[in-house]
């Protein structure tokens, strides 16, 4: 969770590599190339991974090929609505995301909680990762709060950036570009705490 972070951790995923049904395209925004993965299953759109821009286009196909998803040059309707949205919301137009629907199943039962977590922060406001250990029922877990947003495989979706340290601090961000990654997408979010 350093803004300075080099490379950032690999999410730990049981079905990896190689799930031959995930998919995943790239698509350009207001803040650069993003990528995002999905899978199907029983008739439902899934999405497994979200990739911000990296430094590079191929550096950001990496990332997101990492588990095995195959390019896909025409994603289903749903996925083609929510890069639509997305690209919206980097451009100010602010969406909460809530209603996405997530394959997570690979990651632990308290990152699970901790992403629930920050999907209920709506775009503008932001928690410490004190007050969701708190909300959690574990007060003393600000800490594994911060690792578990820090493996975060959906950023932006879960909005991990919306969580921040205690004192009005900015915390850490594991995207490429740390805490000025974050930075950014809070203030596309409006958000007018000086956290930086």
């Known amino acids: 969770m350093n803004g300075a972070m ?20 790239l698509f350009k925004t207001a803040i650069g190339t993003c990528a995002i993965a999905w899978t199907t299953a029983e008739s439902r759109t899934l999405v497994t991974l979200f990739e911000l821009p990296e430094a590079t286009e191929d550096a950001t196909v990496r990332r997101i090929s990492r588990f095995g998803a195959r390019r896909c040059d025409a994603p289903p309707t749903e996925m083609r609505a929510l890069i639509s949205r997305i690209g919206a919301h980097l451009e100010g ?13 690979d990651e632990p039962a308290f990152a699970r909680s901790v992403y629930d977590a920050a999907r209920k922060i709506p775009p503008g406001q932001t928690r410490t990762y004190g007050q969701i250990a708190k909300q ?26 919306r969580v921040v340290a205690a004192a009005s ?23 007018t705490n000086d956290l930086f």
């Open 6 to 25: 080099l490379s950032r951790p690999e999410p730990v995923r049981s079905s990896a590599p190689g799930n031959h049904n995930e998919q995943y395209v």
């Open 93 to 105: 137009k602010l969406y909460d995301f809530d209603d996405v629907q997530l394959k997570l199943t």
């Open 136 to 161: 959690l029922g574990q007060p003393n877990a600000a800490r594994a709060v911060g690792q578990a947003l820090g493996n975060n495989p959906i950023p932006l979706i879960v909005p991990c950036h």
């Open 169 to 191: 601090k900015g915390g850490g961000f594991s995207a490429h570009g740390g805490l000025k990654t974050k930075a950014r997408l809070l203030t596309i979010e409006r958000v």
